[in-house]
């Protein structure tokens, strides 16, 4: 069995989808952050079956709850003196921007490349966002 090292501080993004570990890396610009990422693909869980992990050193200063929207069903470890301070899942954010992007092709957005494509909560029981713009409504998986 592969053994990573436990953090002294820093966060664990935990029960991601096997194969999602990447796009959450992507979506965090995680290889800017000055600090130690881990990345485990398709760990063995009770839960989900397989699964990735990501476990970064230091802290960070984003907003995690955004991830939510990508994944759901994310739980974030927060690490410090080597113990878990905080376990908590994700909670769906009112509003996000540039994390899902408006498919609606006569939606101003796709005239206006410039324009952040920004989502608010419409559902969070099913996890339905609509588009500020055009009301396009993207449904999570």
Known sequence: MLNIGGLHQGVVIDHIPAGGA????????????DAEVAIIKNA?????GRKDII???GPITIDLDTLAVLYRGITINIIEN?????????????R??????CKNPRCITSIEQELPHVFK??????????????????KMK
């Open 55 to 57: 476990k970064i050193e």
């Open 96 to 101: 996000v921007t540039n994390i899902i992007r």
């Open 44 to 48: 063995s869980s009770k839960k989900m």
């Open 121 to 138: 909560l419409a559902d969070e029981k099913t996890g339905v966002y609509r588009c500020i713009y055009c009301e396009e409504r993207f």
């Open 22 to 33: 990447m796009r959450i890396y992507d979506y965090l610009n995680l290889d800017a952050l």
């Open 82 to 94: 080597d113990e878990i301070v905080e376990k908590r899942g994700l909670r769906l954010p009112e």
